[in-house]
């Protein structure tokens, strides 16, 4: 064999060595795979390994099918009340993994995140700018659904879906937010100061309560001994009637005499009558 032989057939080799190597392709799970031959589209190539016709006769496009996000980045919105708020969202999508949606992201649209991002910022302004600064804030999950329609109908021919839309942040500008915060101190403060006006009424009410109950418990016990003692003495009055009234009426009468004597008292005795008739008179036991 010549030389020349050898030389072409290592030749060969080489060449058929590096188009067998540059000809395998491998597509992960997590895109698919577009060929194209002579730059016009071939064929679709799913996960595992791709064949492709060497020296730049065919070539794979790998697209990634993963859910992804994009910044749509801060921004100044003027709202429905004339003031620059400043607005930042996100947006969730991915490609749909079937042949036409993934020819749909490379061919119908020239970097689709980019374009998100325009129009998810374009979106935002035409729906904030209708709103004013506080329903803005208290209106986040219907911005959220309006920049989510919208963009879903905006990008039906991209062969994306979006996944969901978060609104970050609706910042007021700096003026608006200290007087803002002046308004929630203000409230905060409106707040405890009625608690502690209840609170403080409330014991006050316990307390005048509390002194109400004890006069009445003071009067039902006053009440409650004189109707004893009348009882007491009721019972009493009716046992002397019963048992003693004779006889206590003359003990009485006794008393009286005694203490006259007692207490040195001068008796004037009448012509004819004798000490023991005087005295029994006094007492008033002196038959008559």
Sequence with gaps: MSAGLIVFWVVFGIVAFIALVTS???VRPIARGLVERFGKYNRFANPGLV????FGIEKLTKVNITEMMVDAGGQEIITKDALNASVDAQVYFKVKTDETSVKASEYNV???KVQIVALARTTLRNIIGTMNLMEANSERGKI????????????????IEIVRTELK?????????QAMNKVVVANNEKTAAIDFATATETKADGERRAVIKKADGDKQSRILVAEGEAQAIKLVNEA???YFKGNAQLLKQLQVAQEALANNSKIVIPTGQSLINVIGDLAGITKK
């Design 51 to 54: 064949f492709i016709l060497p």
């Design 110 to 112: 020239f970097n689709y």
């Design 144 to 159: 959220n659904k309006s920049l989510y329609d919208q963009l879903t109908v905006e990008t039906q021919n991209w062969g």
């Design 240 to 242: 002397a009637d019963a």
């Design 24 to 26: 395998i392709r491998t």
């Design 169 to 177: 942040e609706i910042n007021p500008p700096d003026t608006v937010q």
